[in-house]
């Protein structure tokens, strides 16, 4: 081989090792992909929890699955793992859900939620069914306030719908579209751009539920729906 030729491999040679090293790099550097979380935006732990939740959606079977911790969603703070997205207007939200597993308290919560925001003192509604199967629509008036409760005469209900219009929310529960019991809750003042999401809070800091959603419906408002 001449001094020309190898000249030349070797500059080939060395033109390769740098183009790769570069890719290599590149892919190094790359930003980790978020998690699939279908309609939602993004997800988060509300409040300081001790054992940090998680969420992940399979689009094959249309189902969130929510892993979260949480002392309580009660009095001035509230402590739970949310999927979530920013919207505005009237809306209806709508899930059918239950929780996996026997469960530790009874008043672990799973559900759907509307807040002003994502600290832990927030204002908000929610339609929350407990491990006990009680259902209740919760609020929070004004940031730090205490949480109020507005208990269904629905137990254990399979669909979960929690509707708003205007400052009026209407949390609807039942085992079928048909049988939907409603409750209604007037002049809660929220803003027009809110949070809306699903939850699960365990109400046992040292414990982690998990709950699945299905059928999971975040609609405009309006006729038909």
């Known amino acids: 081989m001449s001094t020309g030729d190898r000249s030349t491999l070797v500059l080939k040679i060395m033109s390769w090792i740098l183009v790769t090293g570069f890719l290599l790099w590149a892919v190094g550097c790359a930003p980790a992909q978020k998690p699939e979380l279908g309609q ?62 026997e469960g530790v308290n009874p008043h672990r919560k799973l559900g759907w939620i509307i807040r002003t925001d994502l600290d832990s003192s927030a204002a908000y509604v929610d339609a929350a069914v407990h491990g006990s199967g009680l259902t209740s629509l919760q609020y929070r008036r004004t940031r730090g306030g205490d949480t109020e409760e507005m208990q269904s005469g629905v137990t254990a209900p399979e669909i979960i719908r929690l ?20 409750d209604t809750l007037r002049d809660i003042q929220l803003g027009d751009t809110v949070y809306v999401g699903l939850f699960v809070c365990s109400h046992d800091e040292n414990v982690e539920e998990t709950a699945v959603f299905r059928e999971v419906r975040i609609m405009p408002a309006g006729p038909g729906n």
């Open 40 to 101: 939602f935006q993004g997800q988060a732990d509300v409040g300081l929890v001790k054992l940090p939740g998680s969420a992940s959606y399979d689009p094959k079977n249309q189902e969130y699955i929510i892993h979260g911790s949480g002392e309580n969603m009660w009095f001035d703070r509230d402590e739970f793992h949310l999927v979530y997205k920013r919207t505005s207007g009237d809306f209806i939200l709508q899930t059918r859900a239950h929780f996996l597993g």
């Open 163 to 182: 509707a708003r219009q205007g400052d009026t929310y209407i949390m609807s529960a039942g085992d079928d579209r048909d049988s939907l019991v409603s």
